[in-house]
């Protein structure tokens, strides 16, 4: 349905590296290069840059990219149409979750993997910014982002559940007798957040910025677990989805307050590339969510 030549254009534009691509692919790198080099003679135009390693795309190579991986999108569509017509959606799906999300998750996937059992599934932890890349280099079928994150035309999105923040805070600490905290207030504890690439921390500096406060910060990562396992250890506070703590339960010594003044939720939203006719595999997704949103 397409030709190898622009399979391994996009698996060398994806490493970056023939090398790697080559592996990838299952074939030596002279083999690769020489397919790369029939692709510029047969179209006209050089699609490599030139030099001792991969340098990137011309112009126009990143023009034959867009079309190689819409085509191979497009191939994948077509077999997972007639997997469900010979008896049920098969093939793989890779879904791109960013990490507060991923809680949220595991209710979306064990229901589809109940309707669709010959599915495979990959949950993949990812930062906004590259789950909209890949979902655009069409290595995601979906994701699931803040719904803010998701107000571009070219997406499709469905809603799947409001997401509230609370403060975790040492048991028997300064805030042992407390049950609820401001924004203002939380502001002065010693926290430890996500890193600023993630837009979980984006959305609560945010709300810091608006109400004219300056954190104190004093540790980041881009783990949850570790998050956790920091506050645990009595020295941090930190902010936090509420649903994590439904999810996997409250750590020993640690207790959640409510994040007041003002109360505030975001919503986290199901997204795919706005393609018509819609992928069988995406359509099923949604289809999920749409159930999974009913039932929330």
């Known amino acids: 349905m397409i ?15 023939f090398g790697r691509a080559a592996a990838s692919c299952h074939v030596s790198p002279s083999t690769l290069s020489a397919a790369i080099r029939d692709l510029e003679s047969e179209l006209g135009v050089a699609v490599v840059e030139r030099g001792q390693q991969f340098a990137g795309l011309t112009p126009e190579g990143q023009r034959v990219l867009d079309y190689a ?38 209710s979306l996937t064990s229901g589809f993997a109940l309707r669709h059992p010959q599915v495979r599934s990959e949950v993949l932890s990812l930062s906004t910014g590259e789950i909209l890349a890949r979902l655009h280099a069409f290595e995601l079928e979906a994701g699931i982002i803040y719904a803010e994150s998701a107000a571009q035309p070219d997406l499709a999105m469905v809603p799947l559940s409001d997401e509230d923040h609370v403060v975790l805070a040492p048991a028997d600490g300064q805030l042992a007798e407390r049950d609820a905290i401001s924004w203002q207030e ?111």
């Open 69 to 106: 991986q819409r085509a191979a999108a497009s191939t994948a569509d077509l077999h997972q149409e007639l997997a469900r017509l010979r008896g049920g959606l098969s093939g793989r799906l890779r879904l791109g979750v960013i990490p507060t999300a991923l809680t949220v998750v595991a």
């Open 186 to 296: 939380a502001a002065q504890l010693n926290l430890c957040l996500l890193t600023p690439d993630m837009q979980n921390r984006r959305t609560i500096d945010g709300v810091f910025q608006r109400l004219g406060c300056r954190p104190n910060i004093t540790l980041e990562s881009n783990s949850i677990v570790s998050i956790l396992a920091h506050v645990c250890s009595g020295t941090w506070c930190s902010i936090v989805p509420r649903a994590v703590l439904e999810l996997i339960g409250m750590p020993h010594g640690v207790k959640a307050l409510d994040l007041v003044e003002p109360r505030l939720a975001w919503q986290i939203a199901l997204v795919a590339m706005a393609r018509e006719p819609r992928s069988p595999m995406v359509q099923a997704l949604f289809t999920e969510a749409i159930n999974f949103s009913g039932r929330g």
């Open 3 to 17: 030709s190898r030549k622009y399979l391994y254009l996009i698996a060398l534009a994806r490493e970056k590296h």
